[in-house]
């Protein structure tokens, strides 16, 4: 089975784009994480979905970031304007109720 | 203070040694626990779950100590190919992890 797909791999932009990244969870899974990973901070979580609703976006770091999940096989997180601090790897899991969290291989995300 | 705190090292042995990891936690009131391992530009994934009355996996051992909010993961026989960050996670409510910094390992011929 495939695992959690996330796509680009790899952006670049430039200051005050607006960026989407999207994830695609393993089929069933009813839960979807969002998170994002720098040297500074680590791997912190951002929001996280259960069936499709969002449950808790306290780590969501202001109002320039959002994510939405229109449905059980897609998730975007969107920055806009994106500045060059949020230059990071952000990960997508999912995960079967409270079980095992998988992760996508991540989106390498700079801003220049 | 940080709720999950690693040594981040890095740890550097040879092969064959065995290498310990301690992580400690501030929140009394965490439920699960768990050893996840990252390879360098990689995503995190699961090693082992902790259970209170520690557990084995092979080469890995993994303790926790509630009352001193602190979790271990012993590698045995290190090889090459363990390698990698190792972050200790811990879930205190719900489905919400807490990832600790992580420790590099490196093991060398």
């Known amino acids: 089975d495939a695992g959690v797909i996330q796509s680009p791999r790899h952006e670049v932009t430039e200051m005050g784009q607006e960026v989407t990244l999207r994830c695609k969870p393993i089929s069933g899974h009813d839960y979807l994480f969002w998170y994002r990973q720098t040297m500074m901070r680590g791997l912190e979580l951002l929001i996280y979905?259960?069936?499709?609703?969002?449950?808790?976006d306290s780590g969501m770091p202001e109002d320039r970031f959002s994510a939405k999940m229109p449905n059980a096989s897609f998730s975007t997180l969107k920055i806009q304007p994106s500045e060059p601090r949020d230059s990071a790897v952000y990960f997508c899991?999912?995960?079967?109720?409270?079980?095992?969290?998988?992760f996508g291989p991540g989106t390498r995300l700079t801003v220049l | 203070r940080k709720e999950v705190e690693q040594d981040p090292g890095p740890f550097n042995v040879p092969e064959g040694a065995t290498v310990a990891f301690n992580c400690t936690y501030s929140?009394?009131?965490?439920?699960?626990f768990f050893w996840y391992r990252q390879d360098c530009r990689k995503e995190p994934k699961l090693l082992m779950s902790v259970y209170s009355s520690g557990n084995e996996d092979g080469r890995f051992t993994a303790q926790l100590n509630r009352a001193s909010q602190y979790i271990s993961l012993l590698i045995r026989d290190s090889k090459l190919s363990d390698s990698a960050t190792y972050l200790c996670v811990v879930n205190k409510a719900g489905n919400m992890l807490t990832f600790g910094g992580g420790t590099r390992l490196m093991v060398k011929p």
């Open positions: 929140n009394s009131a965490s439920q699960s």
């Open positions: 899991a999912s995960s079967f109720r409270l079980n095992t969290q998988y």
């Open positions: 979905f259960n069936n499709n609703v969002p449950i808790d």
